[in-house]
């Protein structure tokens, strides 16, 4: 789209055009929407305050500066499609005691991102491996970092469909640009043959390019009977274990764990009426 032509009357110059009513225009067209809802309210507070005009355009910048930073946040969220939004700050690291805490606290940093180095979580259901990448991911997102979560039986979906579609190429490069892929829950559904081959092409194409999380309930001696392919399986855990992080995620699940003891508190509190 091309802008509007500018009209060129300055503030010096008498026009019949109120300032405000420009204002508004120029900052639509340099796409500025915080100074034009902000910069009358600012302007005030600054004449009571007897900020001068530097400080006062300052003010003006930060503030839109901050919005856009936000924008740009939630839309990178929306982007990833975490299918929920969860945070360490609801993870209680005491109810799985083998979990690395400092470790988990260090890769929320994402320095593992920036430096393309894989996570995989591993250990049985409930043990909070989604919990810890959907985490991971919304830190990333919140440092700036494309995201796209997905779980392993959509993506094997997924690719299938795009190389029907012939749309594979395309669908491979995205998913190689991304900054962090979160590939949730392998194991749980075996792939077809191409469907493996389809998917060790996008841990080629991350190797070293990008920041790869696999959270999965299988060991890695088991991961070929899921792959199908023992030689495929070799070859794709060689590229993700290059650089990973590994988090053990074994016990008791946490919502067996949590609901045994709300089974627990109901009895203590039947026994006492
Ligand atoms: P997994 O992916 O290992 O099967 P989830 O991450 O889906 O497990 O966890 C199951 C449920 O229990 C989720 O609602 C998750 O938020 C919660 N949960 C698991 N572990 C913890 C934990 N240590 N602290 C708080 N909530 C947890
Ligand atoms: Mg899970």
Not at 116 to 135: D, Y
Not at 155 to 172: F, G, I, P, V
Request: with cysteine.
């Amino acid at each position: 789209m091309t802008d509007a032509p500018v009209e060129m009357t300055t503030a010096h110059a008498p026009t019949a055009v109120p300032p405000q009513v420009l204002l508004v225009n120029h900052f639509k067209a340099l796409k500025l929407p915080t100074f034009a809802r902000e910069y009358e309210k600012v302007s005030a507070d600054c004449a009571r305050e007897d900020v001068d005009y530097p400080r006062y355009l300052l003010r003006l910048c930060e503030l839109e500066r901050i919005d856009r930073e936000r924008h740009n946040m939630e839309r990178r969220i929306r982007l990833a499609k975490f299918p929920v939004t969860k945070s360490l700050d609801t993870f209680d690291f005491a109810a799985i005691p083998v979990l690395n805490k400092s470790l988990v606290l260090e890769l929320m940093r994402c320095e593992w991102i920036d430096k393309r180095e894989n996570i995989i979580a591993l250990g049985p259901s409930g043990l909070g491996k989604t919990h810890t990448a959907l985490a991971l991911g919304l830190a990333a997102c919140q440092k700036g970092m494309s995201v796209a979560f997905t779980t392993a039986a959509a993506l094997m979906h997924e690719l299938m469909e795009a190389r029907d579609e012939k749309r594979l190429r395309t669908l491979q490069k995205q998913l190689a640009n991304v900054k962090l892929l979160i590939i949730d829950e392998l194991g749980y559904l075996p792939f077809t043959a191409i469907g493996a081959e389809l998917l060790f092409e996008v841990f080629s194409r991350r190797y070293e390019h990008g920041a790869t999380l696999v959270t999965s309930n299988l060991p890695f001696d088991q991961w070929t009977s899921v792959l199908g392919s023992e030689r495929l399986t070799g070859a794709l855990l060689d590229r993700l274990t290059h650089h990973v992080h590994i988090l053990e995620m074994n016990g008791e699940s946490y919502r067996l764990a949590t609901s045994k003891k709300r089974q627990k508190q109901n009895v203590k509190s039947k026994s006492i009426e």
